[in-house]
């Protein structure tokens, strides 16, 4: 049997912090195939960000322990050297940031911080690096590339820049593109604009794609199979249709509920998930979203709060989280389904 | 050195009381020092930074200043001898003679080598004794030291009094009074006075108000300027106040118009170097690294060093010898009127432990006047001999009577005299005294001694203040005169160092038969007669008289600190070892 | 850009004046150039008469309206116009000292112009400022790097405590230290004199006499500097795009020195400015130790004098320096930061 081409297996990413171990992911698994789109969703300080970065060796600098199996092609990256996994960053695995503007270096110019990701990999001359970045601005959709690649970021649009830290992270054609909320900072509309552009890129090169979001509207629009994370840990795995069709377990629902909806009744109020997450230095014993979770009461023996739920298998390829049973469930009320898009 | 506030203004003043009968005599030599020093190199003199005021005969009046350049670069009518001889007698420098006066002193001439010159090679005429003369009047031009005016106000006082003020402001009417006691004939200079100048030769050596100047140099600032007619020129346009000069050969001296006496001129070149304080030259003199065995300094060994230099092969370098200068107690004769309770307080005074606040040993001796020992005709006073130099508070106490009176103690604001108030607190108190301490403090104007000359003090209640006096002359008359003489009735501040405002007619009255003294001898006698006089009377109280304690380099030979030279190594016999 | 900067000299120019003004007024409340003259047994009487002689009896705005005009258009000195009638008609024009503008003002005490008092200073203290900066910035940047990159281990403990008992250390104590042990006790170095650097065969002596007072200087700048460095670098190591120019597979070389050094200057640009800018007007406690005689020694010795025209120009080339280094700071930035830049 061969490997998916990306598996996270039991990834363990720790904080030691001087008034305890911080558990930013524990105990993750995934896997993802080319052409492919994971979307990993949570709330801030779910481990989403945390365990991506892992797969980059973002954490080799720090005082981070990571464990557990990262195969990338049937290599597991976290065995690799430093220097090993230096040269597979940003050419096999590149990722692209949140907010664009502070993830690109304010002193250097857009075409130099493109061409550099270029030339750290490929034995090439300044002016062929820069050819090369003028044609991947091109193709993110600079208009006139020529022009611009001089521009400094802050003269470029959040949009703008954001297609320019697109063609940095594909300039180098990986196989894995991370997109950590590429669209979070940007306006309706430019997100959208950014989304199809991944989209078709990822068409075109046949990337496999890891969305991070906490945006359930992008996962509907661009996901085929879909992580929950919560308090680190993965709540909820399975396709997307599954997911929104039949949330498994009261987070998501949750999640799948506070997503404002254009058809309902501008007057209904939001319905945000109560509470705040669990700290990660001192989780909950039991499961970590209890004491947010409205439906515990349908759980006999206060199990929620004293016995942390094993991830189980519900259907075929949907994995779940959670003590309700099949028939709790059901008091779930998950939308029409016609009303959520789904690719 | 060490100390500067001792005054030099007033012995200058009072140099030219003194009347002797070697006024009128001819050039004189000892012979006590001979040519057979080691000739060549460079010496190092060390200095602190920003000590000296100017370089301009006018301006110089520090005895360590004046004997340094008396000797490199600055020739008088008349000069004193390098000896060890305590009673030297001027003998000629660029005249020919020491002078000659055929009316007691009243006018003097003086006829000037034919053959010396200046930096520049011009000759030095009398023309240039006169206009030096005439700058002595301009107080702008002398800084602040007063001593043209002060000095030539009591022989030439119709100059004085028709307002003239120097060459460059003077009326014509004033420029014409002074040309008729000044005047120049070719190489003879003739000095005419109101009042007689019987020793006139022996100031002319001692300072440099006679000293001549060339008329073409004097253009914009001469502060700091230097037209050598010496040995030695100074290589720099300039002395640098901070930093020093560099003194080399004077191509245009001839040492045949000089005498060996005076200037031996063995080193090739002195290098003036000042450092930023006597911490870091006496760790340089220590070390004795490199050029600095050819070093030598006039500044006296800090306290702080003594032991370092009193072991092994460096106490070799060091000489230690009786200091023109005494420190005393000033006792303000218009506050405390009673002679009794001047006396206690100088009976309860505990010399001995200033002494050891001062430094110790090496710093000086407890003395017994103010007249210092290395004064030719110096006497104990015998009002002071008995007294306990530690002090005797019981006996001070019988003065009293039971009294207790209130006295204020002033005293310049500084580390020494902050050591010292504490023990002259305690050794008055004990003799019943209530004392009050009073600070003046280092930027205060008028300065401490400023305050102190003026009757009313400022304002300020001052019944005792500390005070020192240098002999820059060897004679009694230049302490004892300024400081008992009593200030004329209508003085606002005191003249000459009369401070304390001490005022006894039988003490005038001996200084006056002094000052008329023709033999030199007698009038030190009736000096110190008037000095014991003011002694039993509790004039002042005498603490300390300072030793003198250099130290230098290991190459160095021929130093000899000498009355020529105020007591300051000689810089002209100076010169470095044969064998290195 | 250009008016940018001609702004900036302008507001400085106006500092300038207005300091002036306040100088002048708070110093000549209490000084009188006049007492230099006096002497150490100078009495009231004395001191009114030499005061009036050299013209300091004028009423202070009469002897503003004349100082203001010598910046303009120079100043002959004495100051009182009779003193100087008198020179001319004695024939002594030579005498008078001709202060051209911007005349500063003429030091009493030291009988010269107060231009060229601060000409002369400005030697030993540009030379001395120059090489402590070059000394300070240099190990100060590198070795704050050092301990950043190295951050929590043994080495950056030991950078990081060494520099808290450098910076605790008074300036005076390690230049007495190297003047007095160093220097002559030891003979581990030559004695160190400010030698003037006129021609190029001057740059040995005056580099050897020059580098124990520099490194006094430096040391305490130095600590200062690595704990500065250390904490930008810290800093702009954390920031997103330092994150990006790893995940770009950069070697972490490249990372810090191009990426993450280059943010972590730009505070230091302004501190070592202001910093290079206070040492311009002299370097008090190190000039004293060293007898090097720059404008810190100058202000000292001024002070002691109560000399206010050479007060007064130390104030103007210290407040000029600060200004003058604002502005080549804010020029610096534009280069170092294009969001500064106002045109391209």
């Given at each position: 049997?061969?490997?998916?081409?990306?598996?996270?297996?039991?990834?363990?990413?720790?904080?030691?912090?001087?008034?305890?171990?911080?558990?930013?992911?524990?105990?993750?698994?995934?896997?993802?195939?080319?052409?492919?789109?994971?979307?990993?969703?949570?709330?801030?300080?779910?481990?989403?960000?945390?365990?991506?970065?892992?797969?980059?060796?973002?954490?080799?600098?720090?005082?981070?322990?990571?464990?557990?199996?990262?195969?990338?092609?049937?290599?597991?990256?976290?065995?690799?050297?430093?220097?090993?996994?230096?040269?597979?960053?940003?050419?096999?695995?590149?990722?692209?940031?949140?907010?664009?503007?502070?993830?690109?270096?304010?002193?250097?110019?857009?075409?130099?911080?493109?061409?550099?990701?270029?030339?750290?990999?490929?034995?090439?001359?300044?002016?062929?690096?820069?050819?090369?970045?003028?044609?991947?601005?091109?193709?993110?959709?600079?208009?006139?590339?020529?022009?611009?690649?001089?521009?400094?970021?802050?003269?470029?649009?959040?949009?703008?820049?954001?297609?320019?830290?697109?063609?940095?992270?594909?300039?180098?054609?990986?196989?894995?593109?991370?997109?950590?909320?590429?669209?979070?900072?940007?306006?309706?509309?430019?997100?959208?604009?950014?989304?199809?552009?991944?989209?078709?890129?990822?068409?075109?090169?046949?990337?496999?794609?890891?969305?991070?979001?906490?945006?359930?509207?992008?996962?509907?629009?661009?996901?085929?199979?879909?992580?929950?994370?919560?308090?680190?840990?993965?709540?909820?795995?399975?396709?997307?249709?599954?997911?929104?069709?039949?949330?498994?377990?009261?987070?998501?629902?949750?999640?799948?509920?506070?997503?404002?909806?254009?058809?309902?009744?501008?007057?209904?109020?939001?319905?945000?998930?109560?509470?705040?997450?669990?700290?990660?230095?001192?989780?909950?014993?039991?499961?970590?979203?209890?004491?947010?979770?409205?439906?515990?009461?349908?759980?006999?023996?206060?199990?929620?709060?004293?016995?942390?739920?094993?991830?189980?298998?519900?259907?075929?390829?949907?994995?779940?989280?959670?003590?309700?049973?099949?028939?709790?469930?059901?008091?779930?009320?998950?939308?029409?389904?016609?009303?959520?898009?789904?690719? | 050195m060490k100390k500067r506030p001792i005054?030099?203004?007033?012995?200058?003043?009072?140099?030219?009381?003194?009347?002797?009968?070697?006024?009128?005599?001819?050039?004189?030599?000892?012979?006590?020092?001979?040519?057979?020093g080691n000739a060549g190199g460079t010496v190092t003199y060390l200095g602190v930074a920003g000590q000296w005021e100017g370089t301009?005969?006018?301006?110089v009046?520090y005895g360590n200043e004046i004997a340094a350049f008396r000797r490199l670069v600055?020739?008088?009518?008349?000069?004193?001898?390098i000896?060890?001889?305590?009673?030297?007698?001027?003998?000629?420098?660029?005249?020919?003679?020491?002078?000659?006066?055929?009316?007691?002193?009243?006018?003097?001439?003086?006829?000037?080598?034919?053959?010396?010159?200046?930096?520049?090679?011009?000759?030095?005429?009398?023309?240039?004794?006169?206009?030096?003369?005439?700058?002595?009047?301009?107080?702008?031009?002398?800084?602040?030291?007063?001593?043209?005016?002060?000095?030539?106000?009591?022989?030439?006082?119709?100059?004085?009094?028709?307002?003239?003020?120097?060459?460059?402001?003077?009326?014509?009417?004033?420029?014409?009074?002074?040309?008729?006691?000044?005047?120049?004939?070719?190489?003879?200079?003739?000095?005419?006075?109101?009042?007689?100048?019987?020793?006139?030769?022996?100031?002319?050596?001692?300072?440099?108000?006679?000293?001549?100047?060339?008329?073409?140099?004097?253009?914009?600032?001469?502060?700091w300027?230097i037209?050598?007619?010496?040995p030695y020129m100074m290589e720099e346009?300039e002395f640098d106040a901070a930093q020093g000069a560099t003194f080399v050969r004077?191509?245009?001296?001839?040492?045949?118009?000089?005498?060996?006496?005076?200037?031996q001129a063995l080193p090739d070149q002195f290098n003036f170097e000042l450092v930023a304080d006597s911490d870091v030259l006496f760790q340089r003199l220590v070390a004795d690294a490199g050029t600095d065995k050819e070093a030598f300094s006039d500044a006296n060994i800090p306290a702080t060093f003594y032991s370092q230099v009193e072991s092994g092969d460096i106490a070799d370098r060091t000489l230690k010898s009786t200091s023109p200068y005494?420190?005393?107690?000033?006792?303000?004769?218009?506050?405390?009127?009673?002679?009794?309770?001047?006396?206690?307080?100088?009976?309860?005074?505990?010399?001995?432990?200033?002494?050891?606040?001062y430094g110790g040993d090496n710093y000086g001796?407890?003395?017994?006047?103010?007249?210092?020992?290395?004064?030719?005709?110096?006497?104990?006073?015998?009002?002071?001999?008995?007294?306990?130099?530690?002090?005797?508070?019981?006996?001070?106490?019988?003065?009293?009577?039971?009294?207790?009176?209130?006295?204020?103690?002033?005293?310049?604001?500084s580390p020494t005299?902050?050591k010292?108030?504490?023990?002259?607190?305690?050794?008055?108190?004990?003799?019943?005294?209530?004392?009050?301490?009073?600070?003046?403090?280092p930027?205060?104007?008028?300065?401490?001694?400023?305050?102190?000359?003026?009757?009313?003090?400022?304002?300020?209640?001052?019944?005792?203040?500390?005070?020192?006096?240098a002999?820059?002359?060897?004679?009694?008359?230049?302490?004892?005169?300024?400081?008992?003489?009593?200030?004329?009735?209508?003085?606002?501040?005191?003249?000459?160092?009369?401070?304390?405002?001490?005022?006894?007619?039988?003490?005038?009255?001996?200084?006056?038969?002094?000052?008329?003294?023709?033999?030199?001898?007698?009038?030190?006698?009736?000096?110190?007669?008037?000095?014991?006089?003011?002694?039993?009377?509790?004039?002042?109280?005498?603490?300390?008289?300072q030793n003198n304690y250099f130290l230098y380099g290991s190459n160095i030979d021929g130093f000899l600190p000498d009355?020529?030279s105020s007591f300051y190594p000689d810089f002209g016999s100076i010169f470095i070892k044969s064998s290195k | 850009?250009?008016?940018?900067?001609?702004?900036?000299?302008?507001?400085?120019?106006?500092?300038?004046?207005?300091?002036?003004?306040?100088?002048?007024?708070?110093?000549?409340?209490?000084?009188?150039?006049?007492?230099?003259?006096?002497?150490?047994?100078?009495?009231?009487?004395?001191?009114?008469?030499?005061?009036?002689?050299?013209?300091?009896?004028?009423?202070?705005?009469?002897?503003?309206?004349?100082?203001?005009?010598?910046?303009?258009?120079?100043?002959?000195?004495?100051?009182?116009?009779?003193?100087?009638?008198?020179?001319?008609?004695?024939?002594?024009?030579?005498?008078?000292?001709?202060?051209?503008?911007?005349?500063?003002?003429?030091?009493?005490?030291d009988?010269?112009?107060?231009?060229?008092?601060?000409?002369k200073a400005?030697g030993p203290t540009?030379s001395l400022?120059?090489v402590s900066?070059?000394i300070?910035?240099?190990?100060?940047?590198?070795?704050?790097?050092?301990?950043?990159?190295?951050?929590?281990?043994?080495?950056?403990?030991?950078?990081?405590?060494?520099?808290?008992?450098?910076?605790?250390l008074p300036v005076f104590v390690i230049g007495t230290f190297f003047l007095q042990y160093v220097a002559i006790k030891w003979q581990l170095y030559p004695y160190p004199r400010f030698e003037p650097l006129k021609?190029?065969?001057d740059i040995l002596p005056w580099l050897t006499g020059i580098l124990l007072p520099a490194l006094t200087l430096a040391l305490f700048?130095?600590?200062?500097?690595?704990?500065?460095?250390?904490?930008?670098?810290?800093?702009?190591?954390?920031?997103?795009?330092?994150?990006?120019?790893?995940?770009?597979?950069?070697?972490?070389?490249?990372?810090?020195?191009?990426?993450?050094?280059?943010?972590?200057?730009?505070?230091?640009?302004?501190?070592?400015?202001?910093?290079?800018?206070?040492?311009?007007?002299g370097a008090i406690i190190t000039e004293s130790v060293f007898n090097y005689q720059g404008m810190g020694a100058l202000a000292v010795k001024?002070?002691n004098?109560?000399?206010?025209?050479?007060?007064?120009?130390?104030?103007?080339?210290?407040?000029?320096?600060?200004?003058?280094?604002?502005?080549?700071?804010?020029?610096?930035?534009?280069?170092?930061?294009?969001?500064?830049?106002?045109?391209?």
């Amino acid at each position: 049997m061969t490997r998916p081409f990306l598996s996270v297996e039991n990834l363990v990413v720790h904080f030691p912090t001087p008034d305890g171990v911080v558990r930013a992911t524990d105990g993750l698994s995934y896997t993802v195939e080319p052409g492919k789109t994971l979307g990993i969703v949570g709330e801030s300080g779910s481990g989403k960000s945390v365990s991506s970065s892992a797969i980059l060796g973002l954490h080799r600098n720090t005082s981070a322990q990571v464990s557990g199996r990262i195969w990338l092609n049937d290599i597991d990256l976290l065995t690799l050297s430093d220097k090993e996994m230096q040269a597979r960053r940003g050419k096999d695995v590149a990722m692209i940031f949140q907010d664009p503007l502070s993830a690109l270096h304010p002193y250097y110019t857009i075409g130099d911080q493109v061409a550099e990701a270029y030339r750290v990999h490929n034995k090439v001359s300044k002016k062929a690096a820069r050819d090369r970045a003028i044609e991947m601005l091109d193709r993110v959709g600079i208009p006139n590339p020529q022009l611009r690649v001089d521009d400094y970021p802050h003269q470029f649009s959040g949009g703008m820049r954001q297609r320019a830290m697109i063609a940095m992270a594909l300039i180098n054609d990986p196989q894995l593109l991370i997109a950590d909320e590429p669209t979070t900072a940007l306006d309706v509309t430019v997100q959208a604009q950014i989304l199809d552009l991944l989209q078709d890129l990822q068409r075109e090169f046949n990337t496999a794609l890891i969305m991070i979001t906490h945006d359930l509207g992008v996962i509907a629009e661009v996901a085929d199979d879909v992580l929950v994370m919560y308090a680190g840990r993965a709540v909820e795995y399975g396709t997307t249709k599954q997911l929104l069709t039949a949330p498994a377990m009261p987070y998501t629902l949750g999640l799948i509920q506070s997503v404002p909806d254009l058809s309902s009744d501008v007057n209904e109020p939001l319905r945000p998930i109560p509470g705040n997450p669990p700290s990660l230095l001192d989780p909950p014993s039991g499961c970590a979203f209890a004491p947010r979770c409205t439906f515990k009461h349908l759980v006999a023996d206060n199990l929620p709060d004293t016995v942390m739920p094993e991830l189980e298998e519900i259907a075929p390829g949907h994995l779940r989280r959670c003590h309700l049973t099949e028939h709790d469930l059901s008091k779930l009320t998950p939308k029409p389904a016609e009303e959520v898009e789904v690719v | 050195m060490k100390k500067r506030p001792i005054a030099r203004l007033g012995a200058i003043a009072l140099a030219g009381v003194v009347i002797t009968s070697l006024a009128a005599c001819g050039a004189s030599t000892d012979g006590t020092s001979g040519g057979s020093g080691n000739a060549g190199g460079t010496v190092t003199y060390l200095g602190v930074a920003g000590q000296w005021e100017g370089t301009d005969p006018a301006t110089v009046y520090y005895g360590n200043e004046i004997a340094a350049f008396r000797r490199l670069v600055y020739r008088g009518l008349t000069a004193l001898p390098i000896t060890d001889d305590p009673n030297p007698v001027p003998v000629a420098d660029l005249a020919t003679d020491t002078g000659t006066s055929d009316d007691g002193g009243l006018t003097w001439t003086f006829t000037i080598k034919d053959d010396v010159k200046w930096e520049d090679g011009s000759p030095i005429t009398g023309e240039d004794f006169v206009y030096g003369l005439s700058r002595s009047f301009d107080e702008t031009l002398v800084n602040g030291t007063g001593v043209g005016v002060t000095y030539l106000s009591s022989y030439a006082p119709s100059v004085v009094e028709a307002g003239y003020t120097g060459p460059f402001t003077s009326t014509d009417a004033a420029k014409a009074v002074f040309d008729e006691h000044f005047f120049a004939d070719g190489q003879t200079v003739t000095y005419k006075f109101d009042n007689p100048w019987g020793d006139f030769p022996s100031a002319a050596a001692g300072l440099f108000t006679t000293d001549p100047y060339q008329a073409s140099f004097d253009d914009g600032s001469t502060l700091w300027e230097i037209n050598s007619n010496g040995p030695y020129m100074m290589e720099e346009d300039e002395f640098d106040a901070a930093q020093g000069a560099t003194f080399v050969r004077n191509p245009e001296y001839d040492a045949a118009t000089d005498s060996t006496d005076l200037r031996q001129a063995l080193p090739d070149q002195f290098n003036f170097e000042l450092v930023a304080d006597s911490d870091v030259l006496f760790q340089r003199l220590v070390a004795d690294a490199g050029t600095d065995k050819e070093a030598f300094s006039d500044a006296n060994i800090p306290a702080t060093f003594y032991s370092q230099v009193e072991s092994g092969d460096i106490a070799d370098r060091t000489l230690k010898s009786t200091s023109p200068y005494t420190r005393f107690l000033f006792i303000n004769s218009l506050t405390v009127t009673d002679p009794d309770v001047r006396r206690a307080l100088a009976v309860a005074l505990n010399k001995d432990g200033m002494i050891q606040a001062y430094g110790g040993d090496n710093y000086g001796e407890p003395s017994t006047s103010i007249v210092s020992k290395a004064v030719s005709g110096f006497e104990e006073n015998p009002a002071f001999a008995d007294d306990n130099s530690a002090g005797d508070p019981e006996a001070a106490k019988e003065l009293l009577g039971g009294a207790t009176p209130e006295i204020t103690v002033a005293y310049a604001i500084s580390p020494t005299n902050e050591k010292l108030i504490p023990v002259i607190q305690q050794s008055f108190e004990a003799a019943g005294f209530i004392v009050t301490p009073l600070g003046i403090a280092p930027d205060a104007v008028p300065g401490y001694y400023g305050q102190m000359a003026a009757k009313d003090k400022n304002g300020q209640k001052v019944d005792v203040f500390l005070g020192g006096w240098a002999a820059d002359w060897p004679a009694m008359s230049t302490v004892v005169v300024p400081i008992l003489r009593s200030n004329p009735a209508d003085a606002e501040s005191g003249v000459g160092f009369n401070y304390g405002f001490y005022s006894n007619p039988e003490v005038d009255d001996l200084i006056e038969q002094g000052l008329a003294a023709t033999d030199p001898a007698e009038g030190a006698k009736l000096f110190a007669q008037a000095d014991a006089v003011a002694g039993a009377d509790g004039a002042y109280i005498p603490v300390v008289q300072q030793n003198n304690y250099f130290l230098y380099g290991s190459n160095i030979d021929g130093f000899l600190p000498d009355v020529a030279s105020s007591f300051y190594p000689d810089f002209g016999s100076i010169f470095i070892k044969s064998s290195k | 850009m250009l008016a940018f900067i001609i702004r900036r000299i302008l507001v400085g120019f106006a500092m300038i004046v207005v300091m002036i003004f306040v100088v002048f007024a708070l110093f000549f409340a209490n000084g009188n150039p006049a007492i230099n003259q006096c002497g150490k047994y100078c009495t009231p009487e004395k001191l009114d008469e030499i005061t009036g002689l050299l013209g300091y009896d004028k009423s202070i705005p009469e002897q503003f309206t004349a100082f203001s005009a010598g910046l303009v258009v120079g100043r002959d000195f004495p100051v009182n116009d009779e003193y100087r009638a008198a020179l001319i008609e004695n024939g002594y024009e030579n005498r008078i000292i001709h202060c051209a503008a911007p005349c500063l003002g003429y030091s009493q005490s030291d009988q010269k112009t107060v231009n060229q008092l601060l000409v002369k200073a400005a030697g030993p203290t540009l030379s001395l400022a120059i090489v402590s900066f070059l000394i300070w910035i240099f190990f100060g940047v590198l070795i704050g790097v050092i301990a950043a990159i190295n951050k929590g281990r043994w080495l950056d403990r030991v950078v990081v405590g060494s520099t808290l008992v450098v910076y605790a250390l008074p300036v005076f104590v390690i230049g007495t230290f190297f003047l007095q042990y160093v220097a002559i006790k030891w003979q581990l170095y030559p004695y160190p004199r400010f030698e003037p650097l006129k021609e190029p065969a001057d740059i040995l002596p005056w580099l050897t006499g020059i580098l124990l007072p520099a490194l006094t200087l430096a040391l305490f700048f130095m600590a200062a500097y690595v704990r500065y460095t250390r904490a930008f670098v810290l800093e702009s190591m954390s920031e997103d795009y330092i994150r990006t120019a790893r995940s770009k597979g950069l070697p972490e070389r490249t990372v810090l020195f191009k990426h993450g050094l280059r943010s972590a200057l730009t505070p230091l640009v302004t501190l070592a400015g202001l910093d290079f800018a206070s040492l311009l007007a002299g370097a008090i406690i190190t000039e004293s130790v060293f007898n090097y005689q720059g404008m810190g020694a100058l202000a000292v010795k001024a002070n002691n004098n109560h000399d206010l025209p050479v007060l007064i120009g130390l104030v103007i080339v210290g407040a000029a320096a600060v200004i003058v280094m604002n502005i080549i700071v804010d020029i610096l930035y534009a280069y170092i930061d294009p969001r500064v830049r106002v045109t391209k």
